[in-house]
């Protein structure tokens, strides 16, 4: 997918309106519209790269990473604790070809995954 025509990439342009819980020169964050838990975020470089398959700089997920745990703690959920979900092509569930990682917490989440 070109750039032109992503989701992510458009919400980052500002070209469609959208509310950011955090934005640095590097990342924004926004909450996901079909959450699965109390608190479901999505953390995205601004930066296109379709997955992590397709990442070729090394420094965009230890920033992506960290700018994450810095948001859970934002929304009070270090002690309690979190999951992290990259999902990844069509067997991952990838929806949004534009790399980004899922912040989900509030309950207890179950394990494994479905
Ligand atoms: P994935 O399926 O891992 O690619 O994740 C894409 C996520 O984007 C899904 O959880 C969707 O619910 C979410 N999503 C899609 N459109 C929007 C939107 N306009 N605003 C916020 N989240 C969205
Ligand atoms: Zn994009």
Not at 37 to 44: G, K, Q, R, S
Request: charged residues 25%; negative net charge; contains cysteine.
């Amino acid at each position: 997918m070109t750039s032109e025509k992503c989701l992510f990439c458009s919400m980052n342009k500002k070209e469609i309106k959208v509310d950011f819980v955090y934005e640095d020169e590097h990342a924004f964050a926004i909450r996901d519209i079909n959450p699965q838990a109390p608190t479901h975020i999505l953390i995205i470089p601004r930066q296109h790269v379709d997955n992590i398959s397709k990442l070729d700089d090394k420094a965009i997920m230890g920033s992506l990473f960290h700018t994450t745990a810095r948001i859970a703690d934002q929304e009070n959920l270090t002690k309690s604790g979190f999951r992290l979900v990259v999902n990844t092509g069509d067997d991952g569930g990838q929806t949004v070809h534009h790399l980004h990682i899922h912040l989900l917490g509030g309950r207890s989440l179950t394990w494994p995954p479905g």
